[in-house]
């Protein structure tokens, strides 16, 4: 009776431990489909909405590295301005899919929901994984409809907005303590237009913030604000040329300036198409221009008021490949009035992958600093410079970053597990 028992208990025990394995193996795509091994297997090489793109596009395989990958996925977004975003997906054909590479564009309008624009990722990534899935089992699942739209009625379609997009925005924020309390608000507006010539900004913005401190014998009340207007026109030449007007004003208590206003042309060269822009860029670009500036305090060089002319050139690097990743950009500028009040600053990025599940990242940048000719004159109190009231001298400011991981473990990343 006993050995019957222990019987029975070892053959409940193996059925439960074993259960969610036999279950699992149970489970197939569809009848000509054996295992799992015989799905397309794809890398998403980036982090915008994976969760919902797996639970989705469930007839693939997802892997946690590209050595492992049939296709890896490349993705670019290019926020447009107010008028919304453009999402540039890479597709790179890995194995038997070598040199099957191709480009496909989403464009999301501001107007969307969150839910839109996730379901339209949804859909291009589907369409474009089509070819790569032509070639597998999956191919006589596939069907493919085409919504006819005669071209003659989108050619009728009139914009009354000229390209033209508005968003007003505004917010505060209120945190208060028995001894301090803070208060941000910011607010201002911004009116872009874009085409394949123009892209214009308009951009008013207002920011105040208040500190209030309370100790055993005062009460220390701080106000800063910083009002301001970055505007821009820049006209498209060819594919590798452009020329813009670049306006800037500002009132900030921070940087002593109770008001200035910059006014710079400017014309770019990029050395390679604007077009392949999305995955490589090599550009140069040069600015002059003057500045009408007036001061809260006295300076350090005994102006209040003073207008100044300035130069900058500024040189960009940015690759986006399979590889993984790499920015670099590098600028110069200085005020003709004294060629020793300049600035120089050098800036990289590079996500590399090492080998199979190993990854650096090395980020860093540094710059010489010498035409700080707002400085206030005098010197600043303990409270100032803890609270960041106004700027402080310095000469050069640096940061530098390294990381690096290694992942492990199973292939797949295919389950989707959204509890707690």
Request: hydrophobic letters at 40%.
């Amino acid at each position: 009776m006993r050995i019957k028992l222990i019987l029975i208990i070892s053959v409940i025990f193996y059925l439960l431990l074993h259960y969610p394995t036999l279950q699992a193996q149970e489970i197939t795509p569809n009848d000509t489909i054996e295992n799992y091994d015989d799905l397309l297997e794809v890398f998403l090489d980036f982090q915008t909405q994976q969760q919902y793109i797996r639970e989705k596009i469930n007839f693939v395989n997802y892997v946690r590295d590209p050595n492992l990958a049939d296709v890896q996925i490349m993705l670019n977004s290019h926020g447009s301005g107010t008028a919304g975003r453009n999402y540039v997906f890479t597709f790179i054909g890995l194995k038997q899919f070598i040199g099957m590479n191709n480009e496909i564009t989403f464009w999301a309008p501001s107007t969307n929901s969150d839910n839109e624009t996730r379901e339209g990722i949804v859909e291009v990534l589907t369409l474009g994984l089509v070819p790569y899935l032509a070639n597998t089992l999956l191919a006589k699942n596939i069907s493919v409809t085409i919504t006819n739209f005669e071209q003659s009625k989108r050619n009728g379609i009139a914009d009354p907005w000229k390209n033209w997009t508005f968003e007003i925005y505004g917010g505060m924020n209120l945190n208060k303590e028995s001894k301090q309390s803070r208060f941000d608000s910011r607010w201002g507006v911004f009116a872009d237009k874009l085409s394949d010539d123009w892209k214009i900004r308009v951009r008013p913005y207002f920011n105040i913030n208040r500190q209030t401190f309370i100790t055993n014998d005062d009460e220390i009340r701080r106000n800063q604000y910083r009002h301001g207007f970055d505007g821009f026109m820049i006209r498209s030449i060819n594919q590798h040329w452009s020329a813009g007007l670049f306006v800037d004003m500002l009132s900030s208590t921070f940087h002593n300036i109770l008001f200035n206003i910059e006014v710079e042309p400017g014309i770019e060269y990029s050395f390679l198409p604007y077009n392949e822009a999305n995955y490589r860029s090599i550009t140069i670009d040069y600015r002059i221009g003057a500045g009408h500036h007036k001061y809260i305090e006295e300076t350090v060089f005994f102006k209040t008021q003073e207008n100044l002319y300035h130069q900058a050139i500024n040189f960009n690097l940015r690759f986006q490949q399979a590889w993984g990743s790499f920015e670099a950009e590098i600028e110069g500028s200085n005020y003709f009035h004294d060629y020793s009040a300049n600035r120089l600053s050098i800036e990289s990025d590079l996500e590399f992958r090492i080998t199979k599940g190993l990854s650096l990242e090395l980020s860093g940048g540094f710059e010489f600093i010498n035409d700080l000719v707002a400085l206030p004159a005098g010197e600043l109190s303990l409270e100032d410079i803890l609270l960041r009231q106004s700027r402080q001298a310095t000469n050069y400011e640096a940061y530098a970053f390294i990381g690096i991981s290694y992942t492990f473990g199973s292939q797949f990343v295919n389950v989707i597990n959204t509890r707690f």
